[in-house]
Every structure is written in structure tokens, then in C-alpha cells.
């Protein structure tokens, strides 16, 4: 299509220096047979040149079906192929119309607006016929290469999650980082249905992240394992982290007693400066005690919350939590968009992927419950069973959703702290979970 | 039979991937509870305790009266 364009604006300027007589051999295609060669002006007369640009516009594009279009992928022509019919018109068109319905949904009913209307602007993007703009030298091609494909951008987002996260509540009741792992039984209670429906163990293991309801974790083990899937996964991880609202509550209601949904729990002891210094180096060293290949993603959340419990450095810790973390989000959006194309996206996986994620988030979100009823039978101190489904991550939005159901079962009865132990929890747990997936496939 | 195979590795993969998780963070749970003893005892909350008093004392109240009053005085002016 670089041909095409070629071509046309040669024949522009052809159009303005000749008049318009009938002349040369004016059939478009064959006469450019290498690129490279300096194009000579041929005479066109007015129709051949309504012709020639009519092939480029995207009416043409989506109208014709057999016109030999190519899909664009980031890592080059070698992994392009020609369009069928369905990629190169009613695609394009569903694909287009999915994006106004994500638009909608971040825009109307503001679900995590702020990572929604990147991606869905990048699906649109990626989405527009001969422009390649998800090719290797198009702008969102280029933006997935330089930070998805390498798993660098959910890195620095982890970064700065890390410089926002207080681990405050955490250090003040430890025990409550138990159910921020029983969460995880989402991702591998996922992982056993995805493969049960066909999926292979490594795809199953890129989607059944989704079920930490962590977004950059799940980009990051997509664009490791399964990188074709990479756009259903996020979209996924993100339409349902911001659905928290909507899917959490029922599961809680359903498993819980009015009576158990009413406990009060302590306020949480007051935390020493120094343990909340020291919280992410330990981290830090059990990880690589434990399991080095978590490395990347806790190694990147603990510099964030260590430059922010320094004290010292704030201007880095305001950078991370403030610009740079806003810079990788439009980027890291337009890059996950560019696997919005029609081509990648409406596929058969991407229903199972939706099925998954659903099954694996609902998991996640009963299995923490159900750990902290277990708990609250054993612990000395009441736990309210609510703050276990804080455990699946998606800082703070699951916190903020315990605490509601909380207070609509007793007024006045403020979890938000207590679930927000779990909850940072979670993240590390699912950064844990993340590791022990990628050190199986190593 | 290839299907079943499959499916008893993820599980596999489950209890692997489970243990694995809550021993990460039990032995956190653990460090931390040690890590917030130690802290206890070598250093007992002073550092908290210590910006709560400056903010308070006699000083910042001086301060405070001293700043409204030139406010107040511009004001006039």
C-alpha cells in the first residue's frame, strides 16, 4: 500500500504539469516494479487519475473484498498476511463499533477511563484500512515495539503503582496478606477451565492472569506467553477490574451472613516509619530468595514504594506516581490498541478469553471470602469476611467496593483500611503467581 | 486423552503455583511480624511521635499570629 501512495502523489504532480492527454500505458500496478526506482511523471488523463485515487480511499478498501490488502503486525512483512474478506470490510466495521462501545463505557459510565480510551483509540487507529499503522514503521507499530513487546511499559506502570501503594495497613495486621493469596486461586482455577476448553497450557496462562485483576501484570505475561492474545487479554483484564462494582458484590453477598457482613474489626495498631522503609526490601530479597523470575515486576513496585518511603525523594516519587506513570499509560494504551485490529481481535479466543477472565475473577473474588470466613473462625480478633475479596488486586477499587457493602450492612462500619491489607497483598500475590507461571515456561 | 493430560498438568500447575504463593507470603508474614519487633524494641516510636509535638507547640502558634496579623495588616493598608 506504501506503493499505492507512492504512486498517487507522482501522479498529482504529473496531473498539474501535463495536461490531460490520452497517452501512456496508464494501468496502475504493473508499471512500478521496484520501489526503489525514481518514479518517471506519466501524463494521466482526469478519470485514470479518479480511478487511481479511488483505490485508495477506504470506502474502496472496505467495499472491495478481494483487493489483496495486507494485515499489519509490529514484528514485520514476515508475519503479515493478505486479508480475507471478513478481516478486510465487516471486520473492520465490528471492530469500529466495539470501539464506540468502549468509548461509551469509559466515557459515560466512566470504567478506568483512563486506560479505556487509549486502548479503544488505538483499536480505532489500528482499525483504518492501507494506513498500517500497526505495521512495523506505523506509530502504534512502533510504540508496541518499543515498550509491549519487551515488557517494559507495565513495567514502569508497576513502578508507579509501587511509589502510590501504602503498605501502611498491611504492616499493621500481616496476617490479612493470607487472603491477597487466596485470591489467587482465581488465576489457577482460571487456568484449569482454559484449558479445559481448548486452550494450550500457555495461552491458558497468559488469560488466566486476568483472574489477579492486575492490568500491567497481565500485559506483562501476555506479551511473554502469548502475545497473539495479547489484546483480547487486556482488554479483558481491564473491562472487568473496572466491573469490580458490578461482579464483586453478589459473589460477597451470596457467601456471607448478614451477621458476618455486620463485624466490627480493630482498628489497626499505629505502624513505625521504619517498618514501612524496610517492608520493600524485604519483599525484594524473598523474591529473589524465592522466585527470581517475579523479579522484574516486584523488583519494579518496590523501587517505586521504597523511593516513596525514603522520604528523601520525593521529586522522583511524585515523577513516578505522576507523569511518567500518565506517559507509559497513553503509550502503553495506543500499543495494547494496536491489537484491536479486527484481524487479531475477532477471533474465537477472544469469546473464550472474556468467558475466562469472568470465571476467573468471580474465583478469585469467592476464594478470598471464603479464606477469611476460615480465618475469622480461628482468629482471636474478628475479621469481617467482606475484606476477602479485596485479595484480587485491582488497587483500590475492590477495597473501596468491601467497604461499601460493608457499610450498607452496618453503617458506619468503615473496612476501607482493613481491606486495603488484602488488597496490596494481592498484588504482590498475583506478581508471585505471575513469576511461578513464567518460570514454568522458561 | 490428550485433553485429560492437559488438564491434570494445569492442576498441577495449580498446586504448584498455590503453595508457592502462600509460602511467599506466609514467610513475609512472618518477616514483617519479626521485622515490627525488632523495630519495637530498638526503636521505640519516637520518630512519629516527634513532628506531631513541633507542629503543636508554642512556636507554631506564635507563627500562626504573627501571619495573620501582617495578612491583616496588608489588608488594612
Same mark, same amino acid.
Given at each position: 500500500m506504501k506503493l499505492i501512495k507512492h504512486l498517487l502523489l507522482t501522479l498529482l504532480f504529473a496531473s498539474f504539469a501535463l495536461t490531460s492527454s490520452v497517452q501512456a500505458s496508464g494501468q496502475v500496478a504493473p508499471s512500478a516494479p521496484t520501489e526503489e526506482v525514481k518514479k518517471e511523471y506519466e501524463p494521466k488523463s482526469i478519470t485514470q487519475l479518479m480511478g487511481s485515487f479511488w483505490e485508495t480511499t477506504g470506502i474502496n478498501a472496505i467495499v472491495d473484498l478481494n483487493d489483496g490488502e495486507r494485515t499489519s503486525s509490529p514484528k514485520g512483512s514476515n508475519y503479515e498476511h493478505e486479508m480475507n474478506w471478513f478481516e478486510s470490510s465487516l471486520g473492520r466495521i465490528i471492530m469500529i463499533l466495539i470501539v464506540f462501545i468502549l468509548f461509551y463505557l469509559a466515557i459515560a459510565k466512566k470504567f478506568e477511563p483512563l486506560l479505556l480510551i487509549p486502548i479503544a483509540f488505538g483499536g480505532l487507529l489500528a482499525n483504518i484500512p492501507l494506513a498500517g499503522m500497526g505495521g512495523e514503521g506505523g506509530m502504534l507499530g512502533i510504540i508496541y515495539n518499543m515498550g509491549i513487546a519487551n515488557e517494559f511499559f507495565p513495567l514502569l506502570i508497576f513502578m508507579g503503582v509501587g511509589a502510590m501503594t501504602?503498605?501502611?495497613?498491611?504492616?499493621?495486621? !500481616?496476617?490479612?496478606?493470607?487472603?491477597?493469596?487466596?485470591?489467587?486461586?482465581?488465576?489457577?482455577?482460571?487456568?484449569?477451565?482454559?484449558?479445559?476448553?481448548?486452550?494450550?497450557?500457555?495461552?491458558?496462562?497468559?488469560?488466566?492472569?486476568? %483472574? %489477579?485483576?492486575? %492490568?500491567?501484570?497481565?500485559?506483562?505475561?501476555?506479551?511473554?506467553?502469548?502475545?497473539?492474545? /495479547?489484546?483480547?487479554?487486556?482488554?479483558?483484564?481491564?473491562?472487568?477490574?473496572?466491573?469490580?462494582?458490578?461482579?464483586?458484590?453478589?459473589?460477597?453477598? /451470596?457467601?456471607?451472613? +448478614?451477621?458476618?457482613?455486620?463485624?466490627?474489626?480493630?482498628?489497626?495498631?499505629?505502624?513505625?516509619?521504619? +517498618?514501612?522503609?524496610?517492608? !520493600?526490601?524485604?519483599?525484594?530479597?524473598? &523474591?529473589?530468595?524465592?522466585?527470581? +523470575?517475579?523479579?522484574?515486576?516486584?523488583?519494579?513496585?518496590?523501587?517505586?514504594?521504597?523511593?516513596? +518511603?525514603?522520604?528523601?525523594?520525593?521529586?522522583?516519587?511524585?515523577?513516578?506516581?505522576?507523569?511518567?506513570?500518565?506517559?507509559?499509560?497513553?503509550?502503553?494504551?495506543?500499543?495494547?490498541?494496536?491489537?484491536?485490529?479486527?484481524?487479531?481481535?475477532?477471533?474465537?479466543?477472544?469469546?473464550?478469553?472474556?468467558?475466562?477472565?469472568?470465571?476467573?475473577? @468471580?474465583?478469585?473474588?469467592?476464594? %478470598?471470602?471464603?479464606?477469611?470466613?476460615?480465618?475469622?473462625?480461628?482468629?482471636?480478633?474478628?475479621?469481617? !469476611?467482606?475484606?476477602?475479596?479485596?485479595?484480587?488486586?485491582?488497587? !483500590?477499587? @475492590? &477495597?473501596?467496593?468491601?467497604?461499601?457493602?460493608?457499610?450498607?450492612?452496618?453503617?458506619?462500619?468503615?473496612?476501607?483500611?482493613?481491606?486495603?491489607g488484602p488488597n496490596v497483598a494481592g498484588v504482590i500475590g498475583s506478581a508471585v503467581a505471575a513469576g511461578v507461571l513464567l518460570s514454568i515456561f522458561k | 486423552m490428550e485433553d485429560v493430560n492437559l488438564i491434570l498438568e494445569s492442576v498441577k500447575f495449580m498446586v504448584l503455583g498455590m503453595a508457592v504463593v502462600f509460602s511467599f507470603l506466609i514467610i513475609l508474614i512472618i518477616v514483617v511480624n519479626l521485622q515490627a519487633k525488632i523495630i519495637a524494641k530498638f526503636f521505640p516510636e519516637k520518630a512519629p511521635a516527634a513532628p506531631e509535638k513541633t507542629a503543636d507547640t508554642d512556636e507554631a502558634h506564635h507563627v500562626a499570629a504573627i501571619i495573620a496579623a501582617v495578612t491583616e495588616f496588608r489588608k488594612n493598608k
Open positions: 501504602d503498605f501502611g495497613p498491611l504492616l499493621a495486621n !500481616p496476617k490479612t496478606a493470607i487472603l491477597g493469596g487466596a485470591a489467587q486461586f482465581g488465576i489457577f482455577g482460571a487456568l484449569v477451565g482454559a484449558v479445559a476448553i481448548g486452550f494450550s497450557l500457555q495461552d491458558a496462562s497468559a488469560i488466566s492472569i486476568i %483472574g %489477579g485483576a492486575d %492490568g500491567p501484570t497481565s500485559i506483562f505475561i501476555a506479551s511473554r506467553l502469548a502475545p497473539e492474545l /495479547l489484546g483480547a487479554i487486556a482488554v479483558a483484564a481491564y473491562s472487568y477490574m473496572a466491573l469490580v462494582p458490578v461482579i464483586q458484590p453478589p459473589i460477597m453477598k /451470596l457467601l456471607t451472613t +448478614e451477621d458476618e457482613r455486620k463485624i466490627v474489626m480493630k482498628t489497626g495498631r499505629k505502624v513505625h516509619r521504619l +517498618e514501612k522503609l524496610f517492608f !520493600p526490601i524485604v519483599v525484594l530479597m524473598l &523474591a529473589i530468595l524465592v522466585l527470581p +523470575e517475579s523479579a522484574p515486576l516486584i523488583g519494579a513496585f518496590t523501587f517505586g514504594n521504597f523511593a516513596k +518511603e525514603s522520604g528523601v525523594v520525593d521529586r522522583l516519587s511524585n515523577e513516578m506516581q505522576n507523569s511518567l506513570i500518565n506517559i507509559v499509560t497513553i503509550f502503553l494504551g495506543l500499543g495494547v490498541g494496536s491489537m484491536l485490529a479486527a484481524d487479531k481481535f475477532l477471533v474465537l479466543e477472544t469469546l473464550g478469553i472474556m468467558i475466562i477472565g469472568l470465571l476467573a475473577f @468471580s474465583t478469585g473474588t469467592a476464594a %478470598g471470602v471464603l479464606m477469611a470466613k476460615l480465618m475469622n473462625k480461628f482468629s482471636k480478633d474478628p475479621i469481617n !469476611p467482606l475484606i476477602g475479596a479485596a485479595g484480587v488486586s485491582a488497587v !483500590p477499587m @475492590s &477495597a473501596r467496593v468491601v467497604s461499601k457493602v460493608g457499610s450498607e450492612a452496618k453503617p458506619g462500619n468503615i473496612l476501607l483500611m482493613h481491606a486495603m | -
